[in-house]
């Protein structure tokens, strides 16, 4: 795992152990971070090869290469692999791991072991999601919703696919409340709220949200296996239970997790705007206060998932008139983010495209959501492939993109190489334009009324299927160029040392690679994270 | 290193409390189904609320105030630096548990030998509110009791830690925090309590 020849001694091989067991049982947030880092985007790429296939079935009506009974625990496996292994732990339990502790100037975490628990639990659950799809009654098929009566009902090996899910939210829960008690207690001296980076900003807001939404997931997924292994009919209206409940209860949770998928990404973005336009951010406040307010109001409009489900009109108009509300904040942001470009020197280098194209894919994502947020519009597109097409665009295109955002900008940080410039924006421009080709068809596609989750569908929609069959192999040979790119970049390419972006928050002020302690001597911070007058010529934080 | 973050006391009951909290909203999700389903069926949790045996309930309460006391004391005990007085106290809270555990055991080898557990053939042919409040009671109770073995058992390690030394005046979070969890249980049960033998 070690990249070629490190200039000086770092993290990688200061505390003298390399060998595999220093690394999954190392309690370094780094190192906890880049095991994070793979293993969630080992999942993404699994997640990815799904999405292509079902991509592939949908180029034309009628069976293509997979049946009703496959392609539906296909979709299912696509989206609970994506969701619950990668976007969910991956930004939070990556990057979060490797840079929020530095950011905040302290040498690791608040509980260092808790932490590689965390990880743990992760592999643990994702190593029962994976055995579930090949034992007992074959792959789950019920959608990554896992909606009763379906869910309790079908023969597939539901129970064991909840269960490593179950344990997953746990990993979740102590990654959540590590981070919080970190920003509260392991500041530097000098490190006032009023200075945090806006990705430890966001990561904070998101941290409660995991530790609060969490353990309602929890205790929904334990009442699915004791609805399917002791039959308790909680949510069997024939036995006086009500399905709608569970779908309120699934949502309680589920809603707020789509803010633990796009804060940190937020986050990763108001980072890298200021660097790259040389500029200090627009509205620091109002961004750090509305990561507190989307986390908030988010956990408030979970309603807005079940506007078709048969809840009374009161809850429907309430819940979407909340739905509004998230709005507001969302925008915030955005407009700042945009005023924080305005007069800037922008460099357009690969981490600030990916931003960039973060805040036009987030904008068309997150107004098609208020379309879905209004139910007099939701009632029509509601479970089509405008639906699809809107996560998407917010969770591919938003916290997907800023991804691969953080990783050009954060990853040759820790190892002491980059990648080659051109190659990125090719696979940045290929990217970009595959994406929208993919999922701008399928919010054409939704509104002339396809519906989801279909292996088939009528003569009309071929075309535009065709469409999107195409957008997603521009896409994937995008993601292939960029990868290549990358990670040979990372291991060969050339040296990547002090501050050659022009950052500065604390994590441009130490050496690169860090070393294991992060900070040579214990920081003490005298200026704001985006403060580019602070920064001496040399580049030096 | 010098410090150690993990000594740090303040921090480390905060990452407690959070823990508390998610704990809470665990259990919030079945209060939540409580709430809902009463209001639906307001008769038949109250018929079934009837045959639930409150005095052993009651019981169950003052053993668990009672492990409560015990556990508060032994944090007390650890702070003056009397080792033995703390491992003796917390072995009165564990006590309790189990007491609180075989009670448990009567209470629903009693409804499960009557027919009543989820799933159940009698609960299927009986109304259907009945069926809900039993499947809740069931479930509610049990991740409870779970709770109640949890926390015995990591109050039980903490008590070895204490004798050994390793849990003294001078370091006693580990006893601070596990304490702070029975009481967790302690409270949870103090919302059961009344919820499923009192108010129907």
């Known amino acids: 795992m070690i990249p070629a020849q490190h200039p000086q001694t770092s993290f990688w091989n200061d505390t003298g152990k390399t060998g595999i067991a220093s690394w999954i049982f190392s309690t370094d947030h780094k190192r906890i971070g880049l095991l994070y880092f793979y293993s969630t985007f080992g999942f993404f790429l699994v997640g990815v090869l799904l999405g292509l296939l079902l991509r592939l079935e949908l180029m034309a009506p009628g069976r293509t290469i997979m049946g009703a009974a496959t392609y539906n625990a296909v979709f299912t496996v696509h989206g609970v692999t994506m969701i619950f292994l990668f976007i969910l732990p991956g930004l939070p339990g990556g990057f979060g791991n490797l840079i929020m502790p530095i950011q905040v100037g302290a040498r690791d975490v608040a509980f260092p072991r808790l932490n590689l628990l965390s990880w743990w639990l992760y592999i643990i659950g994702a190593a029962i999601v994976l055995v579930s799809l090949f034992t007992g009654g074959g792959p789950p098929d019920t959608g990554w919703t896992f909606y009763v009566p379906f869910s309790a009902r079908t023969g597939t090996n539901v129970t064991l696919a909840v269960f490593g899910v179950f344990i997953i939210g746990f990993s979740a829960i102590l990654t959540g409340l590590n981070f919080i008690t970190t ?13 945090l980076p806006l990705f430890t900003w966001s990561l904070y807001a998101t941290a409660w949200v995991q530790v609060l939404a969490t353990p309602i997931l929890a205790i929904t997924l334990a009442l699915i296996m004791a609805e399917r292994t002791l039959g308790t009919g909680l949510f069997d209206p024939t036995r006086g239970g009500d399905p709608i409940m569970f779908q309120h209860l699934f949502w309680i949770y589920s809603h707020p997790a789509v803010y633990i998928m796009i804060l940190p990404a937020m986050g990763v973005v108001s980072d890298i705007i200021p660097v790259f336009s040389r500029k200090p951010i627009f509205g620091y406040k109002m961004i750090a206060f509305s990561s507190l307010a989307i ?3 988010g956990s408030l409009v979970w309603g807005h998932h079940m506007y078709t489900s048969g809840m009374s009109d009161t809850a429907v108009l309430v819940f979407s008139f909340l739905t509004f509300i998230v709005a507001i904040p969302s925008a915030i942001k955005v407009f700042n983010w945009v005023s924080t470009l305005y007069k800037g020197s922008i460099s357009l280098e690969a981490p600030m495209l990916f931003a960039l194209s973060f805040i036009l894919l987030f904008s068309i994502g997150g107004l098609s959501g208020l379309i879905l947020g209004a139910a007099a519009t939701d009632v029509h597109v509601h479970d089509t492939h405008f639906v699809v097409g809107h996560f998407h665009y917010v969770m591919f295109g938003g916290t997907g993109f800023a991804f691969f955002a953080a990783m050009h900008y954060w990853l040759p940080k820790f190892y002491g190489r980059r990648y080659a410039e051109k190659p990125a924006i090719v696979a940045w421009a290929l990217m970009f ?13 939704g509104m002339q009324g396809m519906p989801r989750r279909y292996y088939d569908y009528l003569p009309e929609f071929a075309t535009l299927n065709l469409v999107s069959t195409i957008g997603s192999w521009i896409l994937a040979v995008g993601l292939v160029i960029m990868l290549v790119n990358l990670f040979r970049g990372l291991w060969w390419g050339a040296p ?6 022009g950052g500065a928050s604390l994590e441009w ?13 214990e920081p003490v911070v005298t200026h704001g994270p985006y403060e580019f007058a602070s920064l001496k010529n040399d580049g030096t934080v | 290193m010098t410090h150690h973050p993990d000594k740090d006391y303040a921090g480390a009951k905060l990452g407690m409390w959070l823990f508390l909290f998610t704990e809470i909203i665990l259990f919030g999700g079945l209060f939540l189904l409580y709430a809902v389903y009463l209001r639906s069926y307001p008769q038949e949790f109250a018929a079934a609320g009837g045959q639930l045996n409150w005095i052993m309930g009651a019981a169950n309460t003052v ?26 106290l917390i072995g009165g809270t564990i006590l309790c548990a189990a007491g609180f555990m075989v009670i448990k055991y009567f209470e629903w080898s009693a409804k499960i030998g009557h027919g009543i557990y989820p799933g159940s053939e009698h609960l299927k042919a ?4 009945e069926s809900v409040f039993f499947s809740l009671y069931f479930l509610t109770t049990g991740i409870h009791g779970l709770h109640v073995l949890i926390g015995a058992a990591l109050l039980g390690w903490i008590a070895v830690k204490v004798k050994g030394g ?21 409270l949870i049960w103090i919302f059961i309590f009344p919820l499923y033998y009192l108010v129907l």
């Open chain 1, 183 to 195: 920003i509260h207690r392991l500041r530097a001296v000098g490190m006032t709220w009023g200075r």
């Open chain 1, 509 to 521: 002020s130490i050496p690169t690679p860090p070393p294991t302690e992060n900070f040579l001597e």
């Open chain 1, 295 to 297: 986390a908030a109001a």
């Open chain 1, 433 to 445: 334009t595959g994406f929208n080709i993919l999922y701008f068809t399928m919010q054409v596609l």
């Open chain 2, 166 to 186: 390793r849990v003294n005046g001078g370091d006693y979070i580990l006893l601070e925090n596990g304490a702070l969890y029975w009481h967790l249980v302690d």
């Open chain 2, 63 to 88: 053993i668990l105030l009672t492990s409560s006391l015990c556990a508060a004391m032994a944090v007390t005990a650890v702070q003056r630096d009397e080792p033995r007085r703390a491992a003796a």
């Open chain 2, 126 to 129: 009986g109304a259907a509110g």
């Open chain 1, 496 to 501: 990547f040392t002090g501050n050659p972006w």
